[in-house]
């Protein structure tokens, strides 16, 4: 596979550059940015190739979200999180419908949290889960979220050894909390996430 060009499009980099202060404002990333990048396949950065992502390796990842730093350090950690979730949902879920949701959706934007904060009980068909994530940068920005639960039995007991369950949840399903007071990263809307049952 060639090397993953990290160079960005002029165009979206003088974007980024004008709303910057405006996006540092409303303490949430830029919408239109964010689909922008999912367009142009740059929030499936190190998705399998399989699932129609680019599978990027380390190196050329780190190189492309520096380059965006160069711009505005929350878009940049934004776009970080983002791929990175949308990696821990194409690893951890299960693969065919994942591989369906990238090709009928190419432009979804998942956050997340691998962080599991919640808890996941087993239902018929699934899983019950409810829980409080901390810190889910470009939560207010994503179409989907992957949140990372604990198993727990019907007494709401962890399961022992620890099990993790992923599940990925459309945003308008969860509550999002507006937590994000802070000076420094102020653009990535890392608020706190509540799902319920």
């Known amino acids: 596979m060639p090397a993953f060009d990290s160079r960005l499009d002029p165009a979206l980099v003088e974007r980024i550059r004008i709303t910057g202060p405006a996006v540092d404002e409303a303490r949430r990333p830029d919408p239109g940015i964010m689909r922008t990048f999912a367009e142009q396949g740059l929030l499936r950065l190190v998705v399998p190739p399989s699932y129609g992502g680019t599978g990027a390796g380390p190196g050329e990842f780190l190189a492309f979200v520096e380059s965006v730093a160069r711009v505005h350090a929350s878009t940049a950690w934004t776009v970080m999180t983002c791929n990175e979730e949308a990696g821990i949902a194409s690893a951890y879920l299960q693969p065919e419908?994942?591989?369906?949701?990238?090709?009928?959706?190419?432009?979804?934007?998942?956050?997340?949290?691998?962080?599991?904060k919640g808890r996941a009980f087993r239902v018929?068909?699934?899983?019950?889960?409810?829980?409080?994530?901390?810190?889910?940068?470009?939560?207010?920005?994503?179409?989907?979220?992957?949140?990372?639960?604990?198993?727990v039995d019907e007494n709401e007991q962890i399961i022992k050894p620890a099990e993790i369950c992923f599940v990925l949840v459309p945003v308008a399903e969860t509550e999002i909390v507006d937590t994000w007071h802070t000076a420094g990263l102020a653009g990535t809307g890392s608020n706190d996430v509540i799902l319920t049952g």
């Open 97 to 116: 419908p994942m591989r369906h949701l990238f090709a009928e959706r190419p432009d979804v934007i998942i956050a997340g949290s691998g962080v599991p």
């Open 124 to 151: 018929d068909g699934g899983w019950r889960v409810s829980g409080t994530w901390d810190f889910v940068s470009g939560c207010t920005a994503a179409d989907e979220l992957v949140l990372g639960a604990l198993v």
